[in-house]
C-alpha cells in the first residue's frame, strides 16, 4: 500500500528518517550559533640570516562541537545507513518527480563538496587522493575508529600537510552536513503533501552540543 499513491511505507519511513536526522543536525551548536568558523593563513619571514621560513596560523570551531556533529554527518554520508544523503536523492527523484530539479541540485553541490579540493595526494603517502579520503580518514583514524594503519596515514599527512589537512577534512564535512540540511527540508516538504507527520526529534536532540 502507498501513502498518497506515490511513496510505500517503507519509502516514508526512510524519508522520515532522514528528516530527523537534517532537522537533529540544524539544531546543533555548531549550526545554532554560526561558529563553523574555518580559516588557514600561511606566512613567510625571513631571519636575520635571510633564511625565509613558513609558518600556518589556523581558526577551527571548537573541538567538542565539532566531534558533537559528526555523528549525525556521518550518518548523513554513510553508504550503509538506510536515510544516507545519495539514497534519500535517489528515493525523491524515482518517486516525486515535483522536486526532481531541487533534489538533482543539492546532489550536484554535495557531489562538488566531496571533490571540492584539488588532488591531496602526496609523494610517499598511500591511501588518500581526495577530498572525499581525507574525510574518511579522519573519521576512521581520529574520530570514530583506531585503525592503526589509517592512523598512520593520517600521521603522515598531517606531517607533510599542517593544518591544511583538517581544514580539507572540515570542509568537506560542514559541506555534507549543509546540504543535508538543505535536503532534509525538501523532505519535510514532501512528507506535508502527503499528509505525514515528520515527528520531533529524539528526546534531547535540542540541547545537544
Known sequence: MSVGGRLSREDVEVLRSFARLADRLAKRRLWREGSRELSVTTRYWKDEEGQWWETQEATFPDEE????????????YAHKERANFKRVCDLLRQKVKSVEKEVDALRAQYDQALRKFDVIEIHGVEGCKTPEDAFNLWLNAHYFHGDPKKRAVLDQLENALG????????????????????????????LREEGVIVGAPSAGASCSP
Not at 562541537?65 to 548523513?76: C, E
Not at 577534512?169 to 519535510?188: D, K, Q, R, T, Y
Open 65 to 76: 562541537l565539532v566531534r558533537s556533529a559528526l555523528l549525525d554527518i556521518r550518518m548523513v
Open 163 to 190: 593544518v591544511e589537512f583538517k581544514f580539507v577534512f572540515l570542509s568537506v564535512a560542514f559541506g555534507i552536513a549543509e546540504c543535508a540540511i538543505a535536503l532534509g527540508g525538501v523532505v519535510s516538504s514532501v
